[in-house]
């Protein structure tokens, strides 16, 4: 039982020494020499990425160790969920690790101090010059207390906030764990939240890239329908998965207890689902979109897998949990080998190579 409490707990220790040790340029120097990945290098969305490899969404919520990251092997950041309004999310216990698994369960639902909150702070790291080199994408969710109808201005209104302060846009419409949000990745609903979003940015000087959330949940039409949607609406590239809501039965009893904990599932058991989706995003956009492949990506095969299902780019959370930073630079050199070993010149080869 103290495992079940404490995952929520872990978490935010871990994330207290990144934010106090990881961001001093001593603590840095230190997580760099034990953790650094090689490069390998990419360009996607018109931007440089060393490698592959990034941070997936929920694990930095308030971009609270942003420059940190870095140091432990990640060429790139997804900071959020931020929402407009701040809001506490579920009550806790609401993360649970089935480690036979190596899965997770959480209902948090975007517990984060809100976008306000969140451009202040980044506001403050930037004028500090405390602001890393790598890109960095901006997750963005609909508040609790917002409905549906008026999701459009709730998004449009924290993408307007964090403008300035990501290089590219995650638009969240997938969680589990906020009511109806789901609902979003509809026709309807989609097409007005995007259109809000795209005058947004019309309004800017600066392009930036938009990229729409997935769940695995969905059926195929309807994931084509919004594929269609998005791409007329000014979506640059998806982001294929969320967490699940589906389970199966595990063998073992810890893990059946977090199994039948509400929220969404993460880690292993999603590996398979978030390989087919990317590949289908791939054939359905004939390759022409960028994607971004998370879900059970905790080791070189899983990633390599990714890439040639046709994601440009990959994320990782629940591994981070498992195995600690050191799954990151593992991953990349494995990858660099996998290059190697295929005779390709660079990783872009590898993308999409199963279906050639
Ligand atoms: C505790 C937790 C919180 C998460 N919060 C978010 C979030 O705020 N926004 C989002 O788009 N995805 C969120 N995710 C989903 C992850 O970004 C990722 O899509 C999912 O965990 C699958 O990757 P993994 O198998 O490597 O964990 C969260 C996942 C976990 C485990």
């Known amino acids: ?124 790291r930037k004028s500090k010059g405390q602001w890393p080199n790598n890109p960095i994408a901006a997750n963005i969710g609909r508040s609790k207390k917002v409905s549906n109808e008026d999701a459009p201005d709730d998004y449009a209104s924290t993408l307007d906030v964090l403008w300035d302060f990501s290089d590219l846009f995650v638009l969240n419409v997938s969680s589990p764990n906020t009511p109806g949000l789901r609902e979003l990745q509809g026709e309807e609903h989609l097409s007005k939240v995007l259109e809000a979003c795209s005058n947004i940015r019309d309004r800017k000087k600066n392009f930036k890239p938009m990229l729409l959330k997935f769940s695995p949940d969905m059926e195929d039409e309807i994931l084509f329908n919004s594929v269609e949607t998005a791409m007329n609406s000014g979506i640059n590239g998806f982001v294929a998965t969320n967490t699940t809501l589906s389970r199966y039965v595990p063998k073992n009893s810890q893990s059946r207890s977090v199994f039948a904990q509400t929220g969404g599932l993460s880690g292993r058991p999603l590996k398979a689902r978030s390989l087919e989706v990317v590949s289908m995003l791939y054939d359905y956009t004939d390759s022409k979109v960028p994607l971004v492949g998370v879900g059970g990506i905790d080791s070189v095969d899983s990633a390599w897998d990714m890439i040639n299902s046709g994601a440009s780019l990959i994320q990782l959370y629940s591994a981070l949990v498992f195995q600690g930073p050191s799954v990151v ?28």
């Open 329 to 356: 630079s593992h991953i990349i050199k494995g990858l660099k080998k996998k290059i190697y070993e295929n005779n390709f010149s660079s990783i872009d080869e590898a993308v999409g190579y199963y279906h050639k």
């Open 1 to 124: 039982m103290l495992g079940l409490i404490d995952s929520e707990k872990a978490h935010s220790l871990g994330i207290s020494a990144l934010t106090n040790f990881g961001q001093t340029s001593v603590g840095s120097k230190i997580l760099d020499s034990i953790y650094h990945a090689p490069e390998l290098p990419t360009k996607v969305f018109g931007m440089d990425f060393q490698h592959p490899l990034g941070l997936a969404a929920g694990f930095d919520k308030k971009a609270q160790a942003l420059s940190a990251w870095p140091s432990l092997g990640f060429s790139w950041i997804e900071y959020g969920g931020v929402t407009r309004f701040p809001q506490d999310g579920n009550p806790k216990p609401r993360m649970f690790r089935a480690n036979k698994e190596n899965a997770l369960v959480n209902r948090m639902g975007f517990n984060n101090p809100g976008s306000i909150a969140v451009r202040d702070s980044l506001l403050e």
